[in-house]
Structure formats: C-alpha cells, structure tokens
C-alpha cells in the first residue's frame, strides 16, 4: 500500500549508500528495538489525553508501523512477530471494549476518548498490517480483519457517523483509516465508504458538532473526495488554518498514497489539479524563518516543518510532483525521511546534491472551495514576515479576528498572535484539551491585533454567523522595494466598514523594511473603537504621560475584556503616540497618529484566570470614539544591544513625524519624515485596484496625483 515491491528492492540495493536514509533507518530501528525489549503492553483504556493508556496506545501505533517498515527493508522476522503478536493482543481486547469512559467527546472512541484517535491507531496501524500481510497465514488474516480490523472500521464509519460524514480533520482521519484498511484487505466496500461516506446512514443536516465541525446529511458531499473539494481552496490553503492542517495532510497524503500505489485510475494525487500537493507548498509557505506554522486560529504555537506529518508530506511532495529541487533543502532541514519509496528518492536526490534552496515569496492563499472566500496575505522582506488574515472563519477553529495580522523578524514574534488556549498532551492543563480559556479569551476579537467595535467581537462571538460569510481581498503587490496587502471586511459588525492597507517598504536610511499600517473605517457617529496590539519584549519608553493603576480590576465582563488587567493609560496629547519596546538584543518602535479624545491603554493578559492558563502577556490598545476614521501607524525595527559589552545602538526611533494628509471612503494618504529630514509618502485607492487608474485628491500639503492603486514616493 505504502511500500512497493519495486521501492523495497531499490531500497534494499541501496542501503549504506544512501546517507540520510540510513540514518533515519538507523534511529527507527533503535527505536523500535527498544519497544520490542520492553514487551507488548495494551491496557484496558481509561485515560485523556496526556494519561498513560493513552499515551502508551499511541506508542504502540506508531511503533506498529515502524516495525511494519522495518520488515519489509530488513526481512527480519522479529519485527512481524512483534506485529502480529501486538496485534492478537488488540484482537483479545477489542471486541470486549465499550466506548471510552470518559464523557468528554461528540464521538467517543473505544482505545482513546474520542474516535479521533481511534482512527490515527487504524490510520497508522493498517500500514504495519500490509507490511505482514501476505506473511501472515490465511487462518491469522481472516482472525483479524473478522475480529478486529473490520469491526473497528464499522465502528467508526457505520456506528459514529457524526463522526465520520462530516467536512473536518476528524472525518479525514476517519475517512482515511476506513479506506486504508480496506486496501489492505481488498474490501472494495469499505474503500468507496471511504471515499463517499456512509450512505447508509442519515444525519440530520446542518448540525454542528462541539468541535465546530459541520455534519452534513446522507444527500450531500461526504467522505474522502468531498474533504478534498471543501477543505482545500484551488491555492492549497485549507480552512481551518496550518496547524489543522499540518495535521490532517498526514491522512490525506497518506491515503492518496495507498491509493495511488493500489488504485491508479483514480488519479488521487492529480484531483483538484494536484490540490494536495499544493497544499504542501501552501504550509510551507506559512511558517516563519523558523520553519513554524503561522498561529491562525487554533494553533499550539511551536508546530512547525519538523513534524512527522511534515517530514512525510514534503518527501511526498517531491516523489510524486515535479520532483522540484527547492524542497530537496526542506528536507534535508528535517533531518529525517519516511522510510518509503518516496523518503528515500528524496534522500538519494539530496546525496547527489541536486538540492536548491526554498525562497518563501511574498503571497496571497485564498481560502475556499473556488478560491473566492478570503484569504490570507503574506508580505516577505529581507528580515520581515508580515501576516495579515482575511480569509474564512475556519469552523469551530476559527478565531474572531478578520484583518488581524502578526509581524515575524528573524529573531521571531515581533507582534504576536495568541494562537490557543490549550496544553497539548500536558494532563496538568484539563488533560491536555482545549480550555474554557480558548472561548472566553483565544478566540475573541480583543485577543488579536484586529479592531474591535463598541467592546463586541466580530459578528457577536457567534461561529454559524462568521462562518456565512468571509473577508474580501482588495490588493497584493509584491515589488522589490515596496510590498502591499490589502483587504476589506464589511460584515463583522452591523453598519461598519474596514479596510485595512498594510506595505513593507524598503528605505536606505533605515536598517530593516518599515511597516506602513493603515485602517480605515466607515461607521456611526459616536462608535467605539478599540485597535489591540500584542508585542512581544519589554517597554521601554512611550513620548505619554502614563497613569498606572495600582488597584488592578478587569476591563470587562465578555468579549476577552474579562481577561484583561488596565495596568495604565494615558489621555493621548500632541499629534503622536510613541512607544519602544525591546527583545531579543533588538528594539521596536511603535509609531501612531493620534485624534483628540484618543487613549492608549497598557494591557496584560491575566484576570479571571485562577488557574493561570494564560500566559500573562503584554498589550496596548489604542481606544477612539468617532465616526469614519483611519487609524496609521508605523512599525519600525532597529539598533541592538550587545550583553557582553552593555552597548547599546541606534536604540531610538528613525520616526520624526507621521500624518494622515487625506482619510475619505475612497482614498487615504500618509506622509511620514525621517530625524535625518527625508520625507515618504503613501497615497492609496480603497476603491479602486485598477494598476491603469487616475487618482486625484486633495491632501493638507495639496493635490496629490497618481496612476494605480498605490503610490510610494520620497518627497525630499
């Protein structure tokens, strides 16, 4: 399925040649050596996730389909006995096994809590099956598909089909352990029930699960075909952000695999123009210099190209598309293959040095079926990634945050996203799970670099409602020395309008790209606005008189604000607000046009959290109350500080002045002026993105005139 007789023989051949390869083998097998030393453990299952019988069940699956691939490359039989073995061990279990104890899933499993998990065991553990299978006697195969394998794929397709006929990264797992296991038999009914879902099985339409994902009914698109037609949008993107995708390409990737090895006319690799190969491509173009996943929506942070789903898809990737050399250097970054036909053709390429480099392009991913549901931007330049998110709300893992963004150097989070209230695996926080946390604050728009209106977040904190509709992409430019994303949202709130203007510029005075944001805004007289922003370091100076506030008392009762400590504020004067802050041997400087009545308030994270499940991080919100307005700021980045010595450099901002010259529902303009006496300016069209246009508008240091959507210039 996943092995070929054709790749285990050229592997076989080239072992010892084969640099990298023989190096993942080396460390599998040491790995799987040491499993088989300790003996077959299977427990009567109990525990969350993060408890031992879980833990030790996802051991024994993974260790299964190692040593599945250790006996087809080495033909040593203690590795199919030590299956075989395990898997009597499973069949003496099994079939006594009522749905997990714990009450806490939509669709309990019977080895692990939630059938999620059961399907990652028969995802895993149905490759180490077909490595053993024609090893195995008649008598044994017809012991375990009867007893074990069949059952279990009836449990969770038959038996839980709100589990399995749904569009989500549950169903894939679902979907493709079903169709995997049914490969392994030549159980062609189980395959198309992987395929096409459980038609036999009605679920009421419309539903949605605790875990946000739609359930959809016996006569709509379901199984493995309809995930690849919803989940995926035409640039690979898929809706419910990298982390959850990172996760759910290992089935989806997987399974076309075994597809493409044991039912070649389907062509599952080429469906939706190779739309799963482009979803490698897509994730790997949201991480930052680190090889991290960008955080949208729920995401642990710290996920990243070196997770096993990763090191599979990208070898994957290579094998079966254009065998493009770039990902070649992605790979060898991982430091480890798959150890299959396509993890060693990877591997031989990169010891022939055919690997090139992988440029991460400044980019827009749309999201949706047909590419027409929002998007994300990502804008490169030298040191810089500047995120901004507009895309789908992304089911029940998405956040209320349309036009937030998140700012990378090479160093890491310049201005940050939350990402999840949760602690994968860590029994200390709820067993590992979500926490009340992830509702109350992750989610909500206050949580996120995105504008909040009248203290409510986007479209009332209200899932089925943010799912109807999605942000529209206005403008993406990737110039050498000027980079722009634009996009607007017009359905967040009730009579309000935002489009918010984000350009990377590049200027020889400067050290590092400067970041232009702007947000423009059309709404009632007397609207509230407050516009959050979670850097990442420590303050250092502000140009406001702040007021701390020694009696601390949190900032609202909903919304996130109830998480939120006000530890100081200042009633903003003169024309700028400035503040410093500084981390990792570097400083930031914030740079802000300010209206009167402005406030700009010093947050932290933290209140109404007894349990300390929040990390207790800084903010600023800059709070306005107005009608049609813009909000400009500047992000700049320089000097450093050098510990050994206590030197610091260039440790005060470039930024002279800044003003909005022109700020209307079609145009706004900015100019902004350098200490050393250089001025910028920035005119832009929010109606209008023909590149042939005219524009002409009236400004404060008069008219101003171009051709396009946007015009940088250096005035002086």
């Not at 019977?110 to 490595?131: E, H, P």
């Not at 250097?329 to 690997?355: C, H, M, T, Y």
Request: with cysteine; aromatic share 12%.
């Amino acid at each position: 399925m996943i092995l070929t007789k054709d790749g285990i023989k050229e592997i076989r051949q080239g072992l010892g040649q084969v640099a990298l390869f023989d190096q993942t083998l080396a460390t599998v097998q040491l790995e799987v050596d040491a499993e088989i030393e300790k003996g077959i453990d299977v427990p009567v299952p109990k525990d969350l996730a993060g408890g031992y019988t879980h833990e030790q069940h996802k051991t024994n699956f993974f260790t299964l389909q190692k040593a599945g691939v250790l006996f087809q490359i080495t033909g040593d039989e203690r590795y199919s006995v030590y299956i075989k073995d395990m898997l009597y061990a499973y069949l003496d279990l099994y079939p006594n096994l009522d749905r997990h104890p714990a009450e806490r899933s939509y669709a309990r499993g019977k080895l692990f809590w939630q059938c999620l998990n059961d399907a990652n065991w028969l995802v895993y553990v149905s490759q180490a099956y077909d490595c053993i299978y024609e090893w195995l006697s008649e008598e044994d195969r017809q012991a375990l598909n009867g007893g074990l394998f069949k059952p279990m794929a009836d449990f969770l397709s038959i038996e839980t089909p709100q589990f399995f006929n749904r569009i989500h990264n549950h169903s894939t797992w679902g979907n493709a352990a079903v169709g995997m296991i049914g490969l392994v038999i030549d159980d062609q009914e189980l395959v198309d029930r992987a395929l096409y879902g459980a038609r036999s099985v009605s679920v009421k339409a419309g539903a949605v699960d605790n875990d946000g994902g739609s359930i959809i009914s016996q006569d709509q698109e379901m199984g493995f075909l309809a995930q690849i037609n919803h989940a995926f949008s035409p640039d690979g993107y898929y809706t419910e952000g990298p982390y959850y995708q990172r996760y759910a390409m290992y089935p989806f990737l997987i399974f076309a695999e075994g597809l493409s090895n044991k039912r070649p006319d389907l062509k599952i690799l080429a469906y939706k123009d190779s739309v799963l190969i482009k979803g490698v491509y897509a994730l790997l173009n949201q991480t930052n210099s680190a090889g991290e996943f960008f955080p949208i929506n729920d995401s642990q942070k710290g996920m990243s190209l070196a997770s096993r789903e990763l090191v599979n898809a990208v070898s994957m990737a290579y094998h079966y598309g254009s065998q493009d050399p770039s990902l070649l250097s992605v790979i060898a970054s991982q430091g480890r293959v798959p150890l299959n036909d396509a993890g060693f053709d990877a591997a031989k390429a990169i010891g022939e040095g055919l690997a090139m480099p992988f440029i991460k392009p400044s980019i827009e991913l749309s999201d949706g079926a047909n590419g027409y549901e929002g998007a994300i931007g990502i804008l490169r330049g030298g040191d810089l990634t500047l995120v901004m998110k507009y895309a789908k709300h992304g089911m029940g893992h998405g956040h209320f945050d349309r036009l937030g963004f998140m700012l990378y150097d090479e160093t890491g989070e310049v201005i940050q996203d939350y990402g999840s209230a949760r602690w994968v695996n860590i029994e200390h926080k709820d067993g590992g799970g979500y926490l009340k946390e992830n509702h109350s604050w992750a989610k909500e728009t206050v949580a996120h670099n995105a504008l909040v209106v009248n203290k409510d977040s986007h479209f009332d904190g209200k899932v089925k409602e943010a799912d109807k509709t999605s942000g529209t992409p206005y403008y993406l430019a990737a110039g050498e020395s000027v980079r722009i994303v634009s996009a607007r949202e017009t359905k967040a709130y009730d009579d309000v309008e935002m489009h918010r203007t984000m350009a990377m510029v590049d200027l020889e005075e400067l050290e590092h790209p400067l970041v232009i944001d702007l947000l423009s805004v059309q709404a009632p007289a007397e609207t509230r606005y407050d516009l959050p922003l979670y850097y990442v370091g420590e303050f250092m100076s502000s140009n406001q008189q702040l007021q701390t506030n020694n009696d601390l008392t949190p900032m609202g009762k909903e919304s996130g604000y109830q998480h939120l400590w006000a530890e100081a504020q200042a009633d903003l004067t003169g024309d700028l607000y400035s503040m410093t802050w500084f981390n990792k041997k570097r400083f930031y400087t914030l740079t802000s046009v300010i209206q009167s009545g402005d406030q700009m308030i010093m947050t932290r994270i933290g209140a109404n959290d007894p349990n300390f499940n929040l990390r207790r991080d800084p903010g600023i919100i800059h709070r306005r109350t107005g009608g049609n307005t813009v909000f400009a700021s500047l992000y700049e980045i320089h000097g450093s500080y050098d510990y050994s010595t206590e030197r610091p450099l260039n440790l005060f901002t470039s930024i002279a002045d800044l003003k909005v010259l022109h700020q209307s529902a079609e145009y706004v303009v900015v100019r902004f002026q350098l200490n050393s006496g250089e001025e910028y300016q920035l005119a832009f069209s929010l109606k209008d993105e023909s590149e042939s246009s005219q524009h002409a508008v009236k400004s404060a240091k008069g008219q101003c005139t171009w051709q396009g959507v946007y015009e940088f210039k250096k005035i002086k």
